[in-house]
């Protein structure tokens, strides 16, 4: 694959060449993989696949996981997500009207488990997300939240390259 972009401007620079990633995680470790692989299954169970990629593609930014920001941003194209909403996450706050409230606050509850600023979730943004949520729907969306951000660790963690994914690819 080359590094040169896509685009039919021939003004345009190529892009910088890609880093190898810092280490093979996978190849060493299949059986952390695997029981990552059987976890992010388990936990996405009963969660609508648009909410799930946008909370994923939300910590991901938040992890700045290059990786899986292109996984997931493909993933939720994938099943149907709009550009628009997708671009918008970085600003999802200011830009609440492309979302549903039960969207904004799966978003608020990912922002809070991702970064726990304070050491802890925040009664109210738990509370507010409880409101749009059944308590195994809730449940489903803690764990989806946790798995990524785990997923993130090994992205950023080992330098994993983007842009080689496509959907449906680890399916």
Known sequence: MTNTPTTTDTTCEPYAAEQPARLEWVRHSPEVY?????????????????????????ASQLNQC???????????LAAGESVERI???????????????????ALELTEAVTVLTDGFVPDEVFERVAKH????????????ITVINAWNR?????????????????A
């Open 66 to 76: 290059a990786y899986c920001l292109d996984m997931h941003s493909k993933d939720a």
């Open 34 to 58: 695997k029981a990552m692989v059987r976890l992010d299954a388990a936990a996405r169970k009963g969660l609508d696949p648009r909410l799930l990629e946008l909370v994923k593609v939300r």
């Open 133 to 144: 949520f059944a308590e195994a729907e809730l449940s489903q969306l803690i764990a989806a």
């Open 87 to 105: 671009v918008q996450l970085a600003a999802w706050e200011e830009s609440r009207h492309f979302y549903t409230e039960k969207e904004c606050a």
């Open 154 to 170: 090994f992205g950023v963690t080992c330098r994993l390259t983007p842009g080689h994914y496509r959907p449906g690819q680890y």
